[in-house]
């Protein structure tokens, strides 16, 4: 059985950081494409940043990249994302997935463009809240 948890969310100032983990039990995240996501209230789910299981590039969303940081560790078979600069509109549920590595994108594609990661993941966490207020 396939588990995905979240934790690491949290209340942060504007300007602050928080970092996200995501441990898996039943699936070796070191082989998948991962990825997180958000849905803050009253709008659709947004993806934020993957990594292609495939060839290890990582991607961001516009908004994200240089602020955000997707990782994973082999050993602990655990996923983050370091949250830095955070903003209010940042708040919003995040959730982590992970899904069967996607052919790599000729080239390497663009950093900020993680719409290359879009695709149906198979495996999900159930969500962490972040709150980013004073």
């Known amino acids: 059985q396939v588990q995905l948890v979240e934790s690491g969310g949290g209340l942060a100032q504007p300007g602050g950081s928080l970092r996200l983990s995501c441990a898996a039990s039943g699936v070796t995240l070191d082989s998948y494409t991962i990825g997180w996501f958000r849905r803050a209230r009253g709008k659709e789910r947004q993806e934020i940043s993957c990594?292609?299981?495939?060839?290890?590039?990582?991607y961001y969303s516009d908004s994200e990249e240089g602020r955000f940081t997707i990782s994973r560790d082999k050993a602990k078979n655990t996923m983050y994302l370091q949250m830095t600069s955070l903003r209010p509109e940042n708040t919003a549920v995040y959730f982590c997935?992970?899904?069967?590595?996607?052919?790599?994108?000729?080239?390497?594609?663009?950093?900020?463009?993680?719409?290359?990661?879009?695709?149906?993941?198979?495996?999900w966490g159930l969500g962490t809240q972040v709150t980013v207020s004073t």
């Open positions: 997935a992970a899904g069967p590595p996607l052919p790599p994108v000729p080239g390497g594609g663009k950093q900020s463009n993680v719409t290359l990661c879009t695709y149906e993941y198979a495996y």
């Open positions: 990594i292609n299981g495939s060839d290890g590039k990582t």
